[in-house]
T-cell receptor
């Protein structure tokens, strides 16, 4: 089954404790992206990757890191989480660019205390 | 400066046609306009995509005027299960390859 998976689905952590949210797709897509979703603000792009080893900042990259060492994986790293990073996070992938149909993961709800 | 503008919410009744408009004054000249649907606690799901004029698929139509400064998603004969948030997605040149989602329109369908 074609899908985008994210782990964990729920995470409660404390300020400053490094964490990684994993994202994996099995569709051989080149483009992958991370979004955060906050009430009233819609979906905002954090980082995106056009291909392996190619990443770029989205609209709200501060406080986040990503890597794309393999085509299928695109982990999101919070080196020192802060409460303002409490949000719902979505990973997405698409064939060649973000404007193509994107397939979204189920979301990761992160709470930073 | 708003990148895209959508109505915050809309109400409709079952069986009616619903039109949701997204304004995007300055989008990339050679990129598509895409619409997504999102249910609570789920990731967004692709509905339809177009470049100009009119596109229709099995669930919706998309109307794009010649100046491409706006687009209208049309849902024919909505049902209760169409209650969701609808987002338009565009590429705005001054933001490079970043994707910009609208804030979303909450559609409530009543019986």
């Amino acid at each position: 089954e074609a899908q985008v998976t994210q782990n964990p689905r729920y995470l409660i952590t404390v300020t400053g404790k490094k964490l990684t949210v994993t994202c994996s797709q099995n569709m051989n897509h080149e483009y992958m992206s991370w979004y955060r979703q906050d009430p009233g603000l819609g979906l905002r792009q954090i980082y995106y990757s056009m291909n392996v080893e190619v990443t770029d900042k989205g609209d709200v990259p501060e406080g986040y890191k990503v890597s794309r060492k393999e085509k299928r994986n695109f982990p999101l790293i919070l080196e020192s989480p802060s409460p303002n990073q409490t949000s719902l996070y979505f990973c997405a992938s698409s064939l060649a660019s973000g404007i193509n149909e994107q397939f979204f993961g189920p979301g990761t709800r992160l709470t930073v205390l | 400066l708003a990148k895209t503008t959508q109505p915050i919410s809309m109400d409709s009744y079952e069986g009616q046609e619903v039109n949701i408009t997204c304004s995007h004054n300055n989008i990339a000249t050679n990129d598509y306009i895409t619409w997504y649907q999102q249910f609570p606690s789920q990731g967004p799901r692709f509905i339809i995509q177009g470049y100009k004029t009119k596109v229709t698929n099995e669930v919706a139509s998309l109307f794009i005027p010649a100046d491409r400064k706006s687009s209208t998603l049309s849902l024919p004969r909505v049902s209760l299960s169409d209650t969701a948030v609808y987002y338009c997605l565009v590429v705005i040149p001054e933001y490079g390859n970043k994707l910009v989602f609208g804030a979303g329109t909450i559609l409530r369908v009543k019986s």
